[in-house]
């Protein structure tokens, strides 16, 4: 099993650009879920996703970001606009269906906003 | 509520002595406690976890302890080595539905040779 794809590893944008950050859980894994990484703020959880339904925005920081997860492959987290504030590293992870499974994560995508 | 307190956020230890990372939880619902490391540059793993319905948990050098009441737990790694160096999270997650993890702020561990 490839684990949990992310695609792309590096992205470097300009503020005020569209970013669009790609995922592929694990087959089978029916729970994703996205991630931000800084050094302020830690590792927090920004979304995640149920059999591809959103279940819990409440990290999402603003309207700016979007998720989606329009089939059991494949998610996608949007930035736009882009802001410098907004660089990080942003994992995926996924997991089997319930609460006592282990969750993997993605290699990450690491953003620089300038 | 959900939320996880972590300490240290730094330890430094020699290369052969043990580390202790301590982390208390505030939700009392929580039944689940995974412990991940990342190292630098590289994705969080988990390396592992414990369950409500149990004290203490081994997997050669590393344990993982819990105390449901004191509502806190801590990660054990004895006879540590450089490669043990890296960032450990711990975590908190309700047993129920498709409750998320809740992390802790992690610690940085450092192990000289």
């Known amino acids: 099993d490839a684990g949990v794809i992310q695609s792309p590893r590096h992205e470097v944008t300009e503020m005020g650009q569209e970013v669009t950050l790609r995922c592929k859980p694990i087959?089978?894994?029916?729970?994703l879920f996205w991630y931000r990484q800084t050094m302020m703020r830690g590792l927090e959880l920004l979304i995640y996703?149920?059999?591809?339904?959103?279940?819990?925005d409440s990290g999402m920081p603003e309207d700016r970001f979007s998720a989606k997860m329009p089939n059991a492959s494949f998610s996608t987290l949007k930035i736009q606009p882009s802001e410098p504030r907004d660089s990080a590293v942003y994992f995926c992870?996924?997991?089997?269906?319930?609460?006592?499974?282990?969750?993997?994560f993605g290699p990450g995508t690491r953003l620089t906003v300038t | 509520g959900e939320n996880v307190e972590q300490h240290p956020s730094t330890l430094s230890v020699q290369e052969g002595d043990s580390a202790v990372i301590k982390c208390t939880y505030s939700?009392?619902?929580?039944?689940?406690f995974p412990w991940y490391k990342q190292e630098l540059g590289k994705r969080p793993q988990l390396i592992i976890d414990?369950?409500?319905?149990?004290g203490e948990k081994k997997d050669q050098r590393i344990a993982v302890t819990l105390n449901k009441t004191a509502k806190h737990f801590s990660l054990h790694i004895t006879e540590t080595q450089p490669e043990d160096s890296a960032v450990y999270f711990c975590?908190?997650?309700?047993?129920?539905?498709?409750?998320?993890?809740?992390f802790g702020t992690g610690t940085r561990l450092l192990v000289s040779p």
């Open positions: 414990i369950r409500s319905n149990v």
């Open positions: 087959s089978g894994h029916n729970s």
């Open positions: 992870a996924s997991s089997l269906p319930g609460p006592n499974y282990e969750q993997y």
């Open positions: 975590a908190q997650r309700r047993n129920t539905g498709f409750q998320k993890l809740v």
């Open positions: 939700d009392s619902a929580s039944n689940y």
């Open positions: 996703f149920n059999n591809n339904v959103p279940i819990d």
